[in-house]
């Protein structure tokens, strides 16, 4: 099992920055990637940004290329998502999850934690 734990989202006003937490914590080592997912009210989770666990590839929706950034440390096991410049449109429940490796899906989820964007 994994256990994934984010923080750090909160009301912020349009232009500001916002860095996102992932600790992840059990079986790690079967981790072959990470990702960070959102869901706008209404609307469908959708795909954010991934990492792999091991070599540091990453991996971003066209959307958010520029602004959004991911990271890890492996040492504390913890995966980062820096979101810049950020737009109402952000809003969003934003969750980060965990790949298996010989997984072709993302198995393990967080509760996940609020931005929200003020105009």
């Known amino acids: 099992q994994v256990q994934l734990v984010e923080s750090g989202g909160g009301l912020v006003q349009a232009g500001a920055s916002l860095r996102l937490s992932c600790a992840v914590s059990g079986r790690t080592f079967s981790i072959h990637a990470m990702g960070w997912f959102r869901q706008a009210p209404g609307k469908e989770r959708e795909f954010v940004a991934a990492i792999t666990w091991s070599g540091g590839s990453t991996y971003y929706t066209d959307s958010v290329k520029g602004r959004f950034t991911i990271s890890r440390d492996n040492a504390k096991n913890t995966v980062y998502l820096q979101i810049n410049s950020l737009k109402p449109e952000d809003t969003a429940v934003y969750y980060c999850?965990?790949?298996?490796?010989?997984?072709?899906?993302?198995?393990?989820w967080g509760q996940g934690t609020q931005v929200t964007v003020s105009s």
């Open positions: 999850a965990a790949n298996e490796a010989g997984s072709v899906q993302y198995d393990y």
